[in-house]
């Protein structure tokens, strides 16, 4: 069991390049989520999805895009990254009726 | 919207002193969380309280749930170099198995 995985561990952009950052869990979990840290700020959530084929806006969706397209796996895109972008992003999954999230390593991105 | 507080933003303790993190939500809450985020590391998850008043132990630390269920508390008595690391609290939104998390509180322990 590997849990909760990212890929990238870490990567450096130039503003205006996109990208796309995966999260993949292998527990089975109905919901999965997109978290970014700033220091000082906690953890912000991106977007979510509750299912299969399904995706919702959280706190801070803009620049921003998501798919899951299979149960297991979570992308978050980056169209147009910008230096406001730079943070560190984890993705999180839980099982349906449970509340403890399970949180992967984690994705550092810096905007140049 | 919800919102999630904790103070202090950073602690500094001598290694072997007790110390207290607060956590206070604007809402009442059906439940709150517990992560502890080492460095470079991701949150993991530490306990969850459920009832009013509920405290629960996990060795060192103590983990306690408003009456009101709208706060909670982090005790750890006698800190260790392996308590470092940064502690959320989280509350679940009203709709959507979301969690809204505090700021942390972030331990820096002194040998």
């Known amino acids: 069991n590997a849990g909760v995985t990212q890929t990238p561990k870490f990567r450096v952009l130039k503003t205006g390049q996109s990208m796309t950052l995966l999260c993949a869990q292998d527990?089975?979990?109905?919901?999965m989520y997109w978290y970014r840290q700033d220091p000082g700020m906690g953890l912000r959530l991106i977007h979510y999805s509750v299912g299969e084929g399904t995706t919702a806006k959280g706190e801070v969706p803009d620049g921003y895009n998501v798919s899951r397209l299979k149960k297991q796996n979570f992308l978050l895109g980056l169209e147009s990254a910008a230096p406001s972008q730079t943070s560190v992003y984890f993705c999180?999954?839980?099982?349906?009726?449970?509340?403890?999230?399970?949180f992967g390593p984690g994705t550092r991105l810096l905007v140049l | 919207g919800q919102q999630v507080m904790q103070i202090p933003q950073y602690q500094h303790v001598q290694e072997g002193e007790d110390f207290t993190t607060y956590c206070n939500s604007s809402?009442?809450?059906?439940?709150i969380q517990w992560y502890k985020q080492r460095p470079g590391g991701h949150p993991v998850f530490l306990i969850q309280l459920v009832k009013s008043g509920e405290v629960k132990k996990q060795k060192r630390l103590t983990f306690q749930f408003g009456e009101a269920k709208k706060n909670s508390s982090l005790h750890i008595t006698a800190t260790q170099t392996t308590d470092v690391g940064t502690y959320f609290c989280a509350g679940p939104r009203a709709a959507g198995n979301k969690l809204t998390f505090g700021g942390g509180t972030r331990v820096l322990v002194k040998p």
């Open positions: 999180a999954s839980k099982g349906s009726g449970k509340e403890t999230q399970y």
């Open positions: 809402t009442t809450l059906s439940n």
């Open positions: 527990m089975n979990h109905e919901y």
